[in-house]
């Protein structure tokens, strides 16, 4: 959590006790999250709505934090596989029914991304691919139950 918090004061902006809090349960969280889940969980400590959503943006604007797009169409957020600037993917395979997401080593479309910029003469700034499916524990758990 260092890095994201040197990210954070790299970036320009003051580490204020809410943010620093803020940033040390975002640690612990090891699924995706709503706004609304972390202002519940931050209200439990004293920050209000507003700082919390202020921050969720600013931790978007750097880099910290990623959306997350589940089916379910809720905005979700997750901890940025890496940060700015460091090598990190950020195409993921998402479990529909617990909501477990792992990051792709490896881009499946690389080439075709690179192609189609070329194609519409844009000049490539990044991507995300989210693959839906079911992990082998739920899988599992479900086969279980029929």
Known sequence: MN???EQ???????????????LE???????????????????????????????LKLLLDIGILVRVHLEEGCQHYQLAAGLPGEDHHH??????????????????????VAAIAKRSGYRLQGHHLDLYGICSRCDADNQKSH
């Open 8 to 22: 954070f004061m790299k970036s320009g902006y003051k580490l204020t006790r809410p943010r620093r809090l803020l």
């Open 91 to 112: 195409d993921r395979i998402i479990c529909r029914f617990c909501g477990k997401i792992t990051d792709l080593d490896e881009c499946p479309m690389r080439n075709d």
């Open 25 to 55: 349960r975002l640690e612990d969280l090891d699924r995706p999250f709503t706004a609304e889940e972390l202002y519940e969980m931050m209200n439990r400590e004293g920050i209000g709505r507003a700082t919390v959503f202020r921050t």
């Open 3 to 5: 890095r994201f918090m």
